[in-house]
């Protein structure tokens, strides 16, 4: 059984090295939690101002790609699975190479999503 806390705009989520990631469009649901929008794993995430190098030679991460669990239990939005804090993801750059998980960190008070 896999638990985590619903990730909504009141959460921080940056990449591992301190780039801002965020939904490219907004989320593409209308649900909220605590009015705040809430994103599902189809949503595309972008990274921005990571410093990331490789041997002196920028190297940014430029976009998050999310793994949740799809079992039957899972809590969907239109069909897609929700992001929970506990959710799989790796940020990649712009060639497609993986460079580690994002960092998801609370900002206010958190709705808590169990199943």
Do not use: E, K
């Not at 921080?12 to 989320?27: E, F, L, M, N």
């Amino acid at each position: 059984m896999l638990s985590g806390n619903l990730i909504s705009t009141g959460f921080a989520i940056s990449c591992p090295h301190g780039g801002r990631v965020t939904p490219a469009s907004g989320t593409a649901s209308g649900v909220r939690i605590d009015g705040l929008p809430v994103p599902a794993a189809t949503d595309t995430f972008t990274v921005t101002g990571c410093r990331h190098t490789v041997d002196r030679v920028p190297y940014p991460c430029v976009t998050v790609r999310w793994t949740p669990d799809h079992g039957d239990d899972c809590v969907r939005i239109d069909g897609s699975p929700v992001l929970l804090d506990s959710t799989s993801a790796l940020c990649f750059s712009a060639a497609l190479v993986p460079q580690g998980p994002p960092v998801v960190t609370p900002l206010s008070r958190r709705g808590v999503c169990a199943r």
